[in-house]
């Protein structure tokens, strides 16, 4: 039987998990949508020529009778929605970031311990990326001995104007944030931000663009991530990782190599949506298949959302005090 779902925030990536829970995703039915704004959540729909019905707020969604929630709206929303659906019982899948605060994000795990298991998972695409997972099999099976220091970088072409100097940290960096430590199987120690002289692109006048982070683990791996999101020229991930015995980077995304004018040529994505289409896909049918056999999601947990938010709001620190910050987490509970 088909696990009944409805979807909170038909925005940019709302109305992509839409298109996908509709037409790729297998064992699910969608029943309900629901946005804050005024007649977006109907436009969609129909745009998407889907038979789904609108409903006015997240709660009567929850209390429609779906098994779970697709949480997709905007991030300062997704505590109050996950927490609310939670209480119901309902199966939630939250993109990143799980909240906007660490507070919050104990908030959503305390209400999971009332079941003592788990129903929740987060949005962390990048562990699907099959660049990714046969990094983590790489590492995981010793191929390049000891992890010792990581490089990697997350540039964007261009951001919208009331981006923020912690922007680029709580909604970009935390990708890696969450991606790097489940790499080498290790939490984070310190975090601090650098600044390198700001570009003259930046999207206003108020954003500090470029930024270097500096992750170090209890292990002593030091990773260094650049944060450029209004580089110009595309959307670019990259991940090296050096080993005591040799080295692995991501793939480069392939693209026809092109031989004109006395010059050869590939060409670079521009949109964070076709990077990493494959692992929307297999993230949710993942979601919907571990939901259905197991009872329980088995992506990134509420704990790992945490973790995302405690390393985020150390790094935000830094921004301010221009100094390395310690990254203390609270006491796991043993169900995750
Ligand atoms: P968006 O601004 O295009 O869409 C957000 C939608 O949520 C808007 O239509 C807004 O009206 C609606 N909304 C806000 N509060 C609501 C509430 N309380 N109830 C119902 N609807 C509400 O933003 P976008 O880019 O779609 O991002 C949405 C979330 O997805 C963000 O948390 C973002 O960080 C995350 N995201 C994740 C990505 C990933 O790679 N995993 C990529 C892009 C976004």
Not at 21 to 26: D, E, K, M
Not at 243 to 253: D, F, R, T
Request: aromatic share 8%; with cysteine.
């Amino acid at each position: 039987m088909a696990l009944k779902c409805g979807l909170v925030g038909t925005g940019a990536i709302g109305r992509d998990h839409l298109r996908r829970l509709s037409s790729t995703i297998t064992g699910v039915e969608v029943t309900g949508v629901v946005d804050i704004v005024d007649g977006l959540a109907g436009s969609v729909v129909k745009d998407l020529n889907l038979a789904v019905e609108v409903y006015p707020s997240d709660r009567e969604l929850i209390h429609s009778g779906v098994d779970a929630v697709f949480i997709t709206s905007s991030s300062t929303a997704h505590a109050e929605t996950a927490i609310r659906a939670i209480e119901a019982g309902k199966y939630v899948f939250c993109e990143k970031p799980l909240a906007t605060t660490a507070e919050d994000c104990l908030r959503i795990i305390e209400a999971e311990k009332q079941y003592n298991r788990r129903l929740l998972q987060v949005g962390f695409m990048r562990r699907y990326d099959k660049g990714y997972v046969e990094l983590k099999e790489i590492i995981d099976n010793q191929v390049i001995g000891k992890p010792l220091t990581i490089h990697c970088r997350h540039f964007n072409q261009s951001v919208v104007e009331n981006y923020s100097t912690s922007m680029l940290i709580t909604e970009t960096l935390i990708h890696e944030i969450d991606v790097l430590h489940w790499l080498v199987n290790d939490d984070y120690n310190t975090v601090q931000v650098l600044f390198p002289t700001k570009s003259s692109k930046a999207s206003s006048e108020h954003i500090r663009d470029p930024q270097v982070a500096v992750l170090t683990t209890q292990s002593g791996v030091v990773i260094t991530a650049e944060i450029f999101v209004n580089c110009q020229y595309g959307y670019d991930i990259h991940c090296e990782v050096v080993g005591e015995e040799g080295m692995a980077s991501l793939p480069e995304v392939p693209s026809v190599r092109l031989r004109k004018n006395a010059a050869s040529s590939t060409s670079l994505l521009v949109d964070w949506k076709q990077r990493f289409i494959d692992a929307y896909d297999v993230e949710l049918q993942h979601f919907v298949d571990a939901v259905i056999q197991k009872g329980r999601p088995e992506g990134p947990s509420a704990w790992d959302g945490y973790i995302a938010a405690i390393t985020a709001d150390a790094l935000v620190r830094s921004q301010t005090t221009g100094k390395a910050e310690p990254v203390v987490l609270a006491d796991k509970p043993s169900f995750y």
